[in-house]
């Protein structure tokens, strides 16, 4: 089973990136999906989560941002994320569990591998 992150970049403060998480192996359609951030010297943070129903919960910091979105026939996560701040920088994992083990990443079957986003100002 994999996880693959994607779409990160480089981006201007105030522009979008759309993030998105492919999984092989396996299904996931009744697993809850989320997206989590780590930037340098800061511990990793929940930023969206998405259950298998389509209900989501976001980091206050990023509400009327970003929007988490999945496609269960086609198994991947997304995650569109708008008006950029440089405060955003970070690596995002996306991660994938039972919805009962969220949000401790320790308790996350499957991960991505990260991709960067980083926001100048």
């Known amino acids: 089973v994999q996880l693959q992150a994607y779409g990160g970049g480089l981006v201007q403060a105030g522009g979008s990136l759309r993030l998105s998480c492919a999984a092989s192996?396996?299904?996931?359609?009744?697993?809850?999906m989320g997206w989590f951030r780590q930037a340098p010297g800061k511990e990793r943070e929940l930023v969206a989560v998405?259950?298998?129903?389509?209900?989501?919960n976001y980091l206050d910091s990023v509400k009327g941002r970003f929007t988490i979105s999945r496609d269960n026939a086609k198994n991947p996560v997304y995650l569109q994320m708008n008006s950029l701040k440089p405060e955003d920088t970070a690596v995002y994992y996306c991660?994938?569990?039972?919805?009962?083990?969220?949000?401790?990443?320790?308790?996350?079957?499957?991960w991505g591998q990260g991709t960067l986003v980083t926001v100048s100002s």
């Open positions: 991660a994938v569990g039972p919805t009962e083990n969220w949000p401790r990443p320790d308790r996350l079957d499957f």
């Open positions: 192996g396996r299904t996931f359609s009744s697993y809850t």
């Open positions: 998405i259950t298998s129903d389509g209900s989501t």
